[in-house]
């Protein structure tokens, strides 16, 4: 099993900038590739960034190209999300998430194994 512990996250005014972290342990050497998702009160869970965790390739949803970062520091086994530029429509639970298989549909969550816990962000206009 592999364990995903999310932390940052809160409120922010419209055009700040908010960085959540997602920490990995347990069979980690599992692991392929990360995503970020989100989900909004009332909406689907919806594909944010993805990122492969040997190489590093990252892949965006159009909405958020040029405003939001997804990283990873491999020493420490942690995700990163750097959010920029953020607008009251990002508002959200963000999810971090993580697949052992390779080659995935990196955009539909059933691709993914494992979750972390949650993380509200909230921007207010």
């Known amino acids: 099993q592999m364990q995903l512990v999310q932390s940052g996250g809160g409120l922010v005014q419209a055009g700040g900038s908010l960085r959540i972290s997602c920490a990995a342990s347990?069979?980690?050497?599992?692991?392929?590739?990360m995503a970020w998702f989100r989900q909004a009160p009332g909406k689907e869970r919806e594909f944010v960034a993805f990122?492969?965790?040997?190489?590093?390739?990252?892949y965006y949803a159009d909405s958020m190209k040029g405003r939001f970062t997804i990283s990873r520091d491999k020493a420490k086994n942690t995700l990163y999300l750097q959010m920029n530029s953020l607008k009251p429509e990002d508002t959200a639970v963000y999810f971090c998430a993580a697949a052992s298989r390779t080659g995935v549909p990196y955009r539909a969550t059933g691709s993914y194994d494992y979750w972390g816990q949650g993380t509200q962000v909230t921007v207010s206009s």
């Open positions: 990122i492969t965790w040997s190489l590093g390739s990252q």
């Open positions: 347990g069979r980690t050497f599992s692991r392929n590739s």
